[in-house]
């Protein structure tokens, strides 16, 4: 038994969710998300309240999914009615970022600036060396946070690099003097 799948899913005042055939559309004040969910998973809308029970409760496929598909529609519902942040913090002496139009260019000590097409959907604000990345789809969101990440991990010794502002980066103490 999914104890994610189990609970209900309350919908926001000013959130709109219907459920077309495989289709499932959420439309918020902040947008509209749309996803595709196989029939392995019936979901029920019921006046405010989103619930899933799977079509076959003895196939471990279909159990595995009745809890995936209720984190999915949660996400979709939070995202349009309250939105999803990151920040990543770029820490270096030299180290930049800034926007331009659809891309973020990055100085990161390399012999040449690397510049990130942003994806449709997302909004970028570079300030200081912090990046804050919010959007309405949470894995869009998490998924170009930890893409920019990727460019620059933050090392063990000064701590230069990409970090989240909520990451502890674990430093090691490195040479000694005899």
């Not at 002496?93 to 800034?98: A, D, R």
């Not at 891309?103 to 942003?118: C, D, Q, R, W, Y």
């Amino acid at each position: 038994m999914s104890r994610i799948g189990k609970q209900t899913i309350t919908i926001a005042s000013g959130v709109e969710a219907k459920l077309s055939g495989k289709t499932f559309t959420v439309k918020g004040p902040k947008g509209t998300l749309t996803r595709d969910f196989p029939g392995n998973v019936t979901i029920v809308i019921t006046g405010s309240e989103i619930t899933f029970t799977p079509k076959n409760a003895d196939d471990k496929k279909n159990r595995a999914l009745w809890g995936t598909y209720a984190s999915h529609v949660k996400n979709m519902v939070d995202g349009v009615s309250i939105g999803y942040t990151k920040k990543l913090i770029l820490e270096g002496v030299g180290f930049k970022s800034e926007v331009a139009g659809t891309t973020l260019k990055l100085a990161l000590g390399f012999s040449h600036p690397v510049n990130v097409p942003i994806p449709t959907g997302l909004e970028i604000k570079a300030e200081k060396n912090v990046i804050t990345v919010s959007g309405i789809d949470k894995e869009l969101v998490g998924q170009f946070a930890a893409s920019v990440r990727a460019l620059k991990k933050p090392e063990p010794y000064k701590g230069k690099g990409f970090h989240y502002d909520d990451e502890v980066v674990r430093r090691k103490q490195g040479k000694k003097a005899a």
